[in-house]
């Protein structure tokens, strides 16, 4: 079978490995005879798996015992509603950067009182908004650290006087960071964690409980950390697959090795989109993201030879998100470089 380069943006690739472990899960689990699909949520097999599930994250992220780790149903944008409900009081801050950021301001304000301190949406979320304030007014600062339609990523994050959330779903364990930074963290695990199904929540366990809100059972953040991510039936099999994807990171040499990967991959694309007078990028240059490059035709008469060119390459999702076009290279952490070559060789023959 010939390879296939897949720059989906989500679900997204995963390592070799992770296929091939979860494959045999799916057979005979740990030599217990039951796939991983059977099993018992509360069996002390799949308790190991959600014990190190949650684990590996911290010492991943070098985060202590104050923060909690949860994998959770109902992808980020349960909790673009989840976040206002447990942190909300008076008024929260948000970044808007692109159409996940908006929606999760959406939500927010169903909640209560919502400011959104800067916006790029007027120039189609071409950059990310840096001159802002954000004071200790507010109970917390929304933003999202990657937008994937866009092809922006925040490349550092402001110093707040209040609550620092992020949304970082499309490039959590991509890059080395001060996770500390953050009171509460949140990511579909899709875009570059694991299968779809589940989502990962990093929470200060300091920050809950202030509000003084009625707060429904399953969107309350303390009721998931008393039943250990256990307050219904987890998704077993995503978070057993997230489980190896990051098992697969944590003994390739972490987080700080697979930045410098990804920082190789992207340089090598944007290197050939800035040298070639065929291809632009949407956003500006300073907030280029590492995990999905967005970028167009300079001459849209060469569109019908570029798609017959990468696709005959073996390159997939490549098509740009249905709001804008063009298209769009995502290159999560199990990309390998061989494929963003591939894809810069198509590239470069275009005459």
């Given at each position: 079978?010939?390879?296939?380069?897949?720059?989906?943006?989500?679900?997204?690739?995963?390592?070799?490995?992770?296929?091939?472990?979860?494959?045999?899960?799916?057979?005979?689990?740990?030599?217990?005879?039951?796939?991983?699909?059977?099993?018992?949520?509360?069996?002390?097999?799949?308790?190991?798996?959600m014990?190190?599930?949650?684990?590996?994250?911290?010492?991943?992220?070098k985060?202590?015992?104050?923060?909690?780790?949860?994998?959770?149903?109902?992808?980020?944008?349960?909790?673009?509603?989840?976040?206002p409900?447990?942190?909300?009081?008076?008024?929260?801050?948000?970044?808007?950067?692109?159409?996940?950021?908006?929606?999760?301001?959406?939500?927010?304000?169903?909640?209560?009182?919502?400011?959104?301190?800067?916006?790029?949406?007027?120039?189609?979320?071409?950059?990310?908004?840096?001159?802002?304030?954000?004071?200790?007014?507010?109970?917390?600062?929304?933003?999202?650290?990657?937008?994937?339609?866009?092809g922006?990523?925040?490349?550092?994050f402001?110093?707040v006087?209040?609550?620092?959330?992020?949304d970082?779903?499309?490039?959590?364990?991509?890059?080395?960071?001060?996770?500390?930074?953050?009171?509460?963290?949140?990511?579909?695990?899709?875009?570059?964690?694991?299968?779809?199904?589940?989502?990962?929540v990093?929470?200060k366990?300091?920050?809950?409980?202030?509000?003084?809100?009625?707060?429904?059972?399953?969107?309350?953040?303390?009721?998931?950390?008393?039943?250990?991510?256990?307050?219904?039936?987890?998704?077993?099999?995503?978070?057993?697959?997230?489980?190896?994807t990051?098992?697969?990171?944590?003994?390739?040499?972490?987080?700080?090795?697979?930045?410098?990967?990804?920082?190789?991959?992207?340089?090598?694309?944007?290197d050939?989109?800035?040298?070639?007078?065929?291809?632009?990028?949407?956003?500006?240059?300073?907030?280029?993201?590492?995990?999905?490059?967005?970028?167009?035709?300079?001459?849209?008469?060469?569109?019908?030879?570029?798609?017959?060119?990468?696709?005959?390459?073996?390159?997939?999702?490549?098509?740009?998100?249905?709001?804008?076009?063009?298209?769009?290279?995502?290159?999560y952490?199990?990309?390998?470089?061989?494929?963003?070559?591939?894809?810069?060789?198509?590239?470069?023959?275009?005459?």
């Amino acid at each position: 079978m010939s390879k296939v380069h897949n720059f989906s943006a989500g679900p997204c690739i995963l390592p070799q490995e992770v296929f091939e472990k979860s494959a045999q899960a799916i057979l005979n689990f740990n030599d217990i005879g039951l796939s991983i699909l059977e099993i018992s949520h509360r069996s002390k097999d799949f308790v190991a798996v959600m014990d190190e599930a949650r684990a590996i994250v911290k010492r991943l992220m070098k985060l202590g015992d104050d923060y909690e780790v949860l994998y959770l149903g109902g992808g980020a944008s349960l909790q673009f509603l989840m976040v206002p409900f447990n942190l909300l009081k008076t008024k929260a801050a948000y970044l808007d950067t692109g159409t996940w950021a908006a929606g999760a301001i959406k939500e927010a304000k169903m909640v209560g009182e919502v400011d959104v301190i800067a916006s790029s949406k007027a120039d189609n979320y071409a950059y990310i908004p840096k001159d802002y304030v954000v004071g200790s007014e507010y109970d917390y600062f929304h933003c999202t650290s990657n937008n994937t339609i866009y092809g922006t990523q925040m490349k550092s994050f402001p110093k707040v006087d209040t609550l620092m959330v992020c949304d970082m779903s499309s490039d959590i364990f991509s890059r080395d960071i001060d996770f500390s930074q953050f009171d509460l963290i949140y990511a579909g695990a899709q875009k570059n964690m694991g299968p779809a199904g589940v989502t990962l929540v990093v929470v200060k366990k300091s920050i809950l409980g202030k509000t003084d809100r009625v707060i429904p059972s399953y969107l309350n953040y303390q009721q998931h950390i008393d039943k250990e991510s256990m307050l219904n039936t987890p998704p077993v099999f995503p978070v057993y697959a997230s489980l190896l994807t990051l098992q697969h990171l944590e003994k390739n040499g972490g987080i700080a090795a697979v930045e410098q990967r990804n920082i190789s991959k992207a340089h090598l694309l944007y290197d050939e989109i800035d040298r070639n007078p065929n291809f632009e990028t949407f956003c500006r240059a300073e907030d280029r993201s590492l995990m999905n490059i967005s970028f167009k035709l300079t001459d849209q008469s060469k569109k019908d030879a570029f798609d017959a060119a990468w696709k005959a390459a073996g390159i997939s999702g490549l098509n740009g998100h249905r709001s804008l076009g063009g298209y769009r290279a995502s290159m999560y952490n199990a990309m390998p470089i061989e494929s963003v070559q591939v894809l810069v060789d198509v590239m470069s023959s275009l005459k």
